[in-house]
């Protein structure tokens, strides 16, 4: 049961333009949704969250959309850089209780931004 | 450097045999968290312990355990081999709560193990 799907497994973009990495959930019960950027031979880095309360979150280049109707978040990045070029994780957040805690992943989309 | 430190950074082993693998979390983080990512597989959640104590338990064979040690470090312990376990084990760590900007938990991750069975 894949509760956090990213459908598209990579995409291409062109330096300065607009890269849109898209997400969609099962569990309405998700309290926050991460986004995470990963590099190869790297762990995984924190990028952006936003809360469940929020439609939007916005962190310089970066801006998450929530659109709890349709359980979908997006991740826009403007402008793309070639840096930017990396495997990006979607994740979701449920807290059920004290310090347990989990957080689900999607299978990533790996970003290439072209110059 | 995540803070995060993992150890080995590979490891190659023959089926049947059991390797362990090492966490030390970020200074001041009581939470630790296992993660494996199989190839075309997103990060498979394990095993959660929180100062000590086991939190939360995912998609984590019984071949395969965790503990978590006074001094916070974490191992897990993989055993019987099998070729499907050949995957990218991530260690994680966290405060627990209020960590990130909006007040969501954030994972602060190691370079990860590589663990290749054959």
């Known amino acids: 049961d894949q509760q956090v799907k990213q459908n598209s497994p990579s995409l291409s973009v062109q330096e300065g333009r607009i890269s849109i990495l898209n997400c969609d959930y099962t569990n309405s019960m998700f309290d926050y949704f991460l986004w995470y950027k990963k590099y190869p031979a790297e762990g995984p880095t924190f990028l952006i969250s936003i809360s469940s309360i929020k439609d939007k979150n916005e962190d310089g280049r970066f801006t998450v959309f929530l659109n709890k109707s349709a359980k979908h978040l997006s991740l826009h990045i403007v402008p793309s850089q070639p840096g930017d070029s990396a495997v990006y994780f979607c994740a979701a957040s449920r807290r059920s209780g004290g310090s347990n805690y989990k957080l689900t992943f999607g299978k990533g989309t790996l970003l290439t931004v072209n110059p | 450097d995540s803070g995060v430190t993992q150890t080995p950074k590979h490891l190659i082993t023959a089926t049947g045999q059991r390797v362990t693998l090492r966490c030390s979390p970020r200074?001041?983080?009581?939470?630790v968290y296992w993660y494996q990512q199989s190839l075309d597989q997103g990060l498979q959640f394990l095993i959660q312990?929180?100062?000590?104590?086991?939190?939360a338990k995912g998609n984590i064979l019984e071949r395969f355990s965790a503990q978590q040690f006074p001094d916070l470090h974490s191992e897990l312990n993989l055993s019987s081999l099998e070729l499907g376990d050949s995957a990218l084990y991530f260690c994680?760590?966290?405060?627990?709560f209020g960590q990130g900007s909006s007040g969501a938990n954030v994972l602060t991750f190691g370079a990860g193990s590589r663990l290749t069975v054959l």
């Open positions: 200074s001041g983080d009581l939470s």
């Open positions: 312990y929180y100062n000590g104590e086991e939190r």
């Open positions: 994680a760590s966290s405060v627990v």
